[in-house]
């Protein structure tokens, strides 16, 4: 059972420390916001938001960073460890590096200019990480095999359209949108695709495979409604993001989302919370680290 109080008498300073320490990495380069809501969906979407994202693979193990689809992806691991120093320096081995995630997703989120929302502590760190990314969705993903990887989770298709709209901010590699601006997909603007494809080059294995595209071709960095009304226009840059308003069932969700920009944060502030309450270590399971990218010796 998490809860929001979880460190007020442990550790009261542990919240301000997280919050200024996001604001200033993000401050310094605003796509770190994005990458710090991403590390917390890819922690908790796999065994748990157990602070497993967070070890680094070790000589011949390959735990999740190195495993697809986080291999040369995610980032931020590096500010997470800098918060959890800082962290440790007013209060030893006391918050634990999974709400630490938790703190700083939402604490990117207002950074960029999102909504707010009060997170439930009290999780615990695994003490290993079993590499175990399959659950995580693919770019290339069907309405139904989204609605399916969500529901694995208890999250329900509201929940998996509201949180996919954390593609307002952010960037993708030209291999995860590459079929889809060079005639994969048919449910593509065509101006769109062709800018796209200027920085994108259509020939696979080369170093245009890690070139970048704003998930939001609108708003880059900031937290708005506006991935909805691309999709409504048929600029979604991932495949996964276009079906999510392709003739279908979530259809409707998405023009509430892109006509109320607070019918969707009120959505996805609940969605995030359920998000994070997937699966948590709590009381004496677990160990609180103290580094985030090791198991304690
Ligand atoms: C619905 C299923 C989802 C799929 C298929 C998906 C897939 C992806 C892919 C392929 C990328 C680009 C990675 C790269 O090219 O290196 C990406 C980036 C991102 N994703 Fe998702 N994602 C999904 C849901 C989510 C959710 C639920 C969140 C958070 C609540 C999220 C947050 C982000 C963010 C913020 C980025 C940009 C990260 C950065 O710039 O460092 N995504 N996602």
Redesign the pocket.
Known sequence: QLSSTFYDTSCPNALSTIKSAVTAAVSSEA?MG??L??L??HDCFVDGCDGSVLLADTGSFVGEQGAI?NN?????MDVIDNIKTQVEAVCKQTVSCADILAVA?RDSVVALGGPSWTVPLGRRDSTSATGNTGD????T?SLAQ?QA??SKKNLDTTD?VA??G??T?????C??FRSRIYGGDTNINAAFATSLQANCPQATGGSGDSS?AP?DTKTPNAFDNSYYNNLLSQKGL?H?DQVLFNNGTTDNTVRNFASSASAFTGAFTTA?IK?GNISPLTGTQGQIRLSCSKVNS
């Open positions: 796509r994005a990458s809501v991403r917390h969906f689809p040369a992806s995610i980032r931020g997703a995580l969705p693919a770019p993903s989204l990887a969500f998996m949180l996919s954390a593609h901010i952010g960037q993708a590699q291999k995860n970048l998930l991932l996964s995030m998000m």
